[in-house]
């Protein structure tokens, strides 16, 4: 092999471990962030760090992270699931509305039937996206309404009040073990086991395949339309699942739950560190992102600032992680041609 | 390895030879390596590979393909040549299970097949390696290469150490390096083509098909593709090679198969063939390739480049270009040459010294200021960069001359309609309708169209990134005239970076080469030749007349 070779070879070895080692870090690079904010109003306020307090930003961030994890499998094979605000707000109110109407109804019943209604909707958004081949975006912004206005028409003016829960469900959004609420450790290990099958199986796999490059993964025969309708459908099972969390949580449920979360998922998704045009990023990233928004939030109220700039401070993250990948892929590109430069023959 | 009817001096294949029989030794261990351990896939019947009768193939009302056949023997490399639209692409996609053919007979192995899907013809044993590369960016190599079929561990999880492991082992044999647990993004074409090779070799394919795989690759990367394909022919290999460059044809391939308008034309030992039976047979009449007059009244400087460095990218570039001549820019890519095409033009910032255009300087970083001193850029990659290809043919060419075209602060439909008619008349685009979308033109007529679009703008420097890229051979003839006319009777200055030597020697009244982002040679239309470019390119041989001497005072080392 002449030296041309060796030289071209080694073009291609050392810039591509900086590009793994910078995208690795954005992804780690969230919990830094977390943390300094933390410490930061710590600093000037103690009390954020109350057991109270803690227990609220964790049961918070706990439904954004869990409807993340559906999110950031729609979005890695670039799609995006916005029905999730109105999928919750369904399941909330039908799965609490059972223990009015079906008298000591066991609560693995209401959950499976909150999972149920969310699966519906997801099957109906991933039918269309996928089979019929029109953009997500459009159909879940569709769905956002319809699904918000079937909510409504049930509801009527009527709601679905604390007291008429039973105990144990109530009991879910609020026991914890030393200062963590159970259900956050058990929406942590469902977002555990959602980031290693998303990396660890080939279903998983296929969608980063997708999102990465729709026309190469037609080429090799990847099931597009199959994995795009699983994911849609597993997002919306997902919001089914997070409404009923969210109904124990709360208590009081009407035909408002959950307005708006679609869009706070998709920034906590994406200053997760998941790449808006897909390929790339992790359910933890992404339930990161969520913990990252839900802190913000409350450390903005501890420091005394007015929670109606707690929309503003999520936009400005956003348009932050956003400029930060862009720069980052800019900066890469351009150190990456330099080296792949100076080492040509 | 058979040179056809070409004289075996007049083209750098002999020194490629020569660097691959001196490679034999390495080569042999890896063959072998290779027939180990090919399982049943490999397994070879007695008859031919793969045998494709009378496919046919339509899209609506277009016939993409009439009569299509192939037929492949074991151990050969077998050409397929024809003009953009010929059907080759068509076939190609049959073969990889994309298309189903509408009627006709597929034999592989001597069974007759139907390959309804990428898995199909995956299972058949044939590897496709697409012409548009079909890279994951954010998969790492080793998931790019097993992307479907990765090897699985218990409980069906992906076992990303045995897949990490065979790529090494496939990566070793071809004798390149690249580490499977990289990510694909900022792999070079030339890398992502081995990655490829190495899933048809993953495969165990005994059938590889090559979908146009030299077009984006310097002339070195191109020695190196074809070692890897000679090396897995004499393994018994069949290749199907679709090329645009005859050259290169003759220089690796046995037989070849000529299509033209969806139909086969001729199957033929390369032997006794030279290329114009190849040229003529492609496109059914005589093409009669006039060679560049050396150029008739050269004018005043209209391009001034001084001491133009951009750091890591190209240092202290220095050149000239008169009104009525055509300068050409060779050398391998990654050279340079576009990265200071692009400097010119403002579209990447310069670190250090002046462009001016007709004695007025140009701002660093502005394709503002260079529009309007009458310079224009038709870029390498015409439908990412040269053309809105979801717009309309008429506004694409009105769109640089919007500001001729306007009436009271708005644009009027008729004025730019009747400005697109003339230039569209003028070039001779073949459109259906001028309303229609850039995207329905063939490859060629695109090209046109951005040159339309610069033309309509009256330009004095005219700056073409590989002008006939993925253009077939009668509208390739068609833009070196359109050209050549430009300068020698509209005395536009053309700055022209090329690939294709047999292009650069056509074309350039003077052709500049570079090498590690410095200019290392320049010869006039006299002294140039394929072996003198190569050899200044490459840095090989240092006594070339014409070399640029790059040890002057001043000189930053890249």
Redesign the interface.
């Known amino acids: 092999?002449?030296s041309?070779?060796t030289a071209?070879?080694q073009?291609?070895?050392s810039?591509?471990?900086l590009?793994?080692t910078v995208?690795r870090l954005r992804e780690y690079g969230i919990i830094v962030v977390l943390i300094v904010f933390i410490a930061v109003t710590t600093g000037i306020q103690p009390r954020f760090l109350g057991q109270q307090n803690i227990k609220f930003v964790l049961l918070n961030a706990t439904i954004y992270a869990l409807l993340a994890l559906g999110e950031t499998m729609v979005v890695v094979s670039r799609q995006m699931d916005l029905s999730v605000g109105s999928v919750l707000g369904l399941s909330a109110y039908v799965s609490s509305d059972l223990f009015g109407q079906v008298h000591g109804i066991p609560i693995p019943v209401v959950f499976l039937v909150g999972i149920g209604i969310g699966l519906a909707c997801g099957v109906v958004n991933g039918a269309i996206t996928a089979f019929a081949r029109v953009p997500g975006l459009v159909v879940t912004l569709a769905t956002l309404y319809i699904i918000r206005g079937v909510d409504i028409s049930i509801i009527g003016g009527g709601e679905v009040v604390a007291s008429s829960l039973p105990a144990h469900f109530s009991a879910i959004g609020s026991d914890s073990v030393v200062g963590v609420p159970y259900i956050t450790i058990c929406v942590a290990i469902i977002i555990a086991i959602g980031t290693y099958s998303l990396r660890?199986?080939?279903a998983g796999?296929?969608l980063?395949?997708i999102?990465?490059?729709p026309?190469?993964?037609?080429?090799?025969?990847?099931p597009i339309a199959r994995r795009v309708f699983s994911a849609y459908a597993i997002s919306g099972a997902i919001a089914g699942l997070a409404g009923v969390i969210w109904a124990s949580f709360y208590g009081t449920v009407d035909s408002t739950a959950g307005t708006g979360y679609e869009l706070t998922v998709v920034t906590a998704v994406v200053v997760g560190g998941v790449?808006i045009f897909g390929?790339?990023g992790s359910a933890a990233g992404a339930a990161f992102g969520a913990l990252l928004l839900s802190t913000i939030a409350t450390a903005l109220y501890a420091l005394g600032v007015s929670p109606f700039w707690d929309p503003a401070f999520d936009g400005l993250l956003l348009v932050l992680a956003i400029t930060l990948d862009r720069g980052i892929a800019l900066r890469l590109?351009e150190v990456?041609?330099?080296?792949?430069?100076?080492h040509?023959? | 390895m058979t040179v056809g009817g070409l004289p075996p001096d007049n083209s750098p294949s002999s020194l490629q030879r020569v660097?691959y029989e001196g490679?034999r030794g390495p080569g042999g261990a890896v063959q072998q390596a290779v027939l180990d351990g090919a399982p049943g896939l490999g397994e070879k019947a007695p008859g031919p590979p793969l045998i494709l009768e009378h496919a046919t193939k339509s899209f609506g009302a277009v016939h993409a393909l009439v009569d299509g056949n192939i037929e492949l023997h074991w151990g050969e490399t077998h050409g397929l040549v024809g003009e953009n639209g010929a059907g080759k692409s068509t076939l190609v996609k049959i073969l990889?299970?994309?298309h189903m053919p509408d009627s006709g007979r597929l034999l592989v192995n001597g069974r007759e097949m139907r390959l309804d899907?990428?898995?199909a013809s995956?299972a058949a044993g044939i590897a496709?390696i697409?012409q548009?590369?079909?890279?994951?960016?954010?998969?790492s190599v080793a998931?790019n290469v097993f992307?479907?079929r990765?090897p699985?561990r218990s409980g069906?999880?992906?076992d990303f150490k045995t897949m990490n492991e065979e790529i090494a082992v496939i990566v070793e044999r071809l004798?390149?390096?690249?580490?499977p647990?990289?990510?694909a993004?900022?792999?070079?074409v030339?890398?992502q083509q081995i990655m490829e090779i190495a899933k048809a070799l993953s495969l165990n394919a005994s059938i590889i098909v090559m979908d146009e795989p030299t077009a984006a690759l310097s002339a070195?990367?191109v020695d190196?593709l074809f070692e890897i394909v000679e090396l897995l022919r004499r393994e018994g290999t069949a290749v199907l090679f679709i090329s645009h460059r005859l050259q290169e044809v003759f220089d690796i391939c046995q037989r070849v198969t000529v299509m033209r308008d969806g139909r086969h034309v001729f199957t033929k030992p390369l032997a006794g063939l030279v290329a114009d039976d190849l040229v003529q047979a492609m496109v059914g009449r005589e093409v009669v390739d006039r060679s560049a007059g050396a150029s008739q009244q050269i004018g005043d400087v209209v391009l001034a480049v001084e001491h133009l460095s951009r750091?890591?990218?190209f240092t202290d570039v220095s050149f000239s270009v008169h009104s009525g001549e055509i300068v050409v820019i060779a050398g391998?890519v990654?050279?340079?040459r576009s990265e200071v095409a692009r400097a010119i033009f403002g579209i990447d910032r310069r670190d250090a010294g002046s462009v001016s255009v007709k004695g007025r300087p140009l701002r660093s970083g502005s394709p503002t200021d260079a529009i309007a001193a009458g310079v224009g850029f038709v870029p390498e990659d015409r439908r990412q960069q040269g053309l809105v290809m979801a717009m309309a043919i008429d506004r694409n060419i009105a769109l640089a001359s919007h500001d001729h075209l306007k009436r009271k602060g708005l644009i009027w439909g008729a004025l730019e309609r009747g400005f697109a008619a003339d230039w569209a008349s003028r070039l001779r685009l073949k459109y259906g309708k001028l309303s229609g979308n850039a995207s329905t033109l063939s490859g060629g007529n695109q090209q046109k169209l951005v040159l339309a679009k610069w033309l309509g703008r009256n330009p004095s420097l005219l700056i073409i990134d590989e002008p006939t890229r993925g253009i077939d051979v009668a509208t390739k003839a068609e833009v070196h005239r359109l050209l050549e006319r430009l300068a020698a009777e509209e005395g536009v200055a053309i700055l022209m970076i090329s690939s294709e030597l047999p292009e650069v020697l056509r074309m350039g009244n003077r052709t500049l080469v570079m090498r590690?982002?410095r200019l290392a040679a320049e010869f006039s239309h006299s002294e140039v030749s394929e072996e003198r470019i190569v050899a200044a390119a490459?840095?090989q041989i240092h006594d070339a007349p014409g070399l640029v001497t790059t040890d002057a005072p001043g000189h930053r080392a890249?």
Do not use: C, W
């Open positions: 092999m002449s041309q070779d071209l070879i073009a291609s070895g810039p591509q471990r590009v793994d995208f660890s199986f080939r796999r296929e980063y395949a999102g990465s490059n026309e190469a993964a037609r080429l090799v025969g990847i790449a390929g790339r590109a990456m041609r330099k080296r792949t430069f100076r040509e023959p | 660097a490679n990889a299970g994309v899907g990428p898995a995956r496709v697409h548009e590369a079909s890279v994951f960016p954010d998969l998931e992307i479907g990765e699985l069906r999880r992906i004798g390149v390096r690249l580490d647990r990289r990510i993004k900022g792999l070079s030339a890398d070195h990367e190196r750091e890591g990218v391998l990654g050279s340079g590690e982002g490459t840095g890249p």
